[in-house]
Each structure stands twice: as C-alpha cells, then as structure tokens.
C-alpha cells in the first residue's frame, strides 16, 4: 500500500512518466501500469482507436473506444500536465460510470461514480458537460499546486469538447454495427 502510495506521487510528474516510458518497451508497460494501477498515461492503457485532442499547452483530452468485458463504448478522459484528472466510460446503461482523479485513487475502481443517465449518447453529453461546468472542483482536490491553480481557455475547451464529443459519437456508431 505504502509502495503503491509512493509510486503515484511519483508518477504525478512529468518527467517520470517519460522516462518510465522511454525506457520500457510497450507491453512492459502496460502490464506494469495495470498491475499497479499507475496513471502512467493513455498509451498504456489497454483502448482502442485512441485519439489526442488537445485544448491547450499542457493540457488535452484523450477519447477512445473501449471494451470492458462485454460492455462496449467509448469514453474520454482528461488530462492536466500528463495526470488524468477525469475518466468517463460511457457504455449506457447502468455500466456507464466516471472517475475524479483516477491518476490518485489508491483503488480507481471505488472512486466511480454513476451516471445519472442510460443512453450512451446522454452519458457521452453529461460526460463533456462535466468537463465543461465542473473541471475546477476536480483540479482542485489534486495535490500539486500547479494543477489544482490551472484553468482552461474557455473557447479553446469549447473547441475540444466538440470534437470529442463529435468522435465518440462515431465510435458509438461504429459500435452498434
């Protein structure tokens, strides 16, 4: 636990996560990250079709298609100086969840918390509303002060968020056919 405490603080920084993946080759890191639950970014991860939007220096939105057991969907996450500070898995139903600082939560998987709609459309729409409307509140529960001080050009968060929204909308599509 201590160990595990340890490693995310100091996978919180840049420069860490570049050397760490810099200096492994893929499937290393991937199994690594997942066995230790390290937000070592999205590369890592095991998703489909990623795409990079970015909003701004320092900051992007990651969307993806993402199969989890038999649920299938996209989702989109956002990142802040390499640290993912917002997940949303929209698979619809009562499987479509979101989690607040994964890149901290010692087990992500209590941090989830549910939508409140069951279409993967409305999820995907409550998803970037979030994002929009609530990002400050989730800067600012991150430990580092650079983080937790950052905001976003509301125009250039505008911009990315539609074209998130526009591609997870074809992933959707691609999804049910």
């Known amino acids: 636990m201590l160990f595990r405490r340890i490693l995310r603080y100091i996978f919180a920084f840049n420069l860490s996560k570049r050397l760490f993946n810099a200096l492994l080759p893929r499937f290393m890191r991937r199994k690594i990250a997942s066995s230790l639950d390290l937000d070592t970014g999205p590369f890592n991860r095991p998703i489909d079709d990623?795409?990079?939007?970015?909003?701004?220096?320092?900051?992007?939105?990651?969307?993806?298609?993402?199969?989890?057991?038999?649920?299938?969907?996209?989702?989109?996450?956002?990142?802040?100086?390499?640290?993912?500070?917002?997940r949303f898995d929209c698979f619809g139903g009562d499987h479509g969840h979101y989690h607040s600082?994964?890149?901290?939560s010692t087990f992500p998987g209590n941090e989830r918390n549910d939508f409140?709609?069951?279409s993967?459309?409305?999820?995907?729409?409550?998803?970037?509303?979030?994002?929009?409307?609530?990002?400050i509140a989730h800067l600012a529960r991150h430990f580092r002060r650079r983080i937790r001080e950052?905001?976003?050009?509301?125009?250039?968060?505008?911009?990315?968020?539609s074209a998130a929204r526009s591609r997870?909308?074809?992933a959707e599509l691609s999804s049910n056919e």
């Open 50 to 86: 990623l795409e990079l939007i970015p909003i701004q220096p320092d900051s992007y939105l990651a969307v993806y298609f993402k199969r989890y057991g038999t649920d299938i969907g996209p989702g989109v996450s956002l990142y802040v100086f390499e640290n993912e500070i917002l």
């Open 120 to 135: 993967i459309e409305a999820q995907i729409d409550q998803a970037l509303a979030e994002i929009t409307g609530n990002y």
């Open 168 to 170: 997870m909308l074809i």
């Open 150 to 161: 950052f905001r976003f050009d509301q125009a250039q968060l505008g911009v990315a968020v």
């Open 101 to 104: 600082l994964p890149c901290l």
């Open 116 to 118: 409140s709609t069951d």
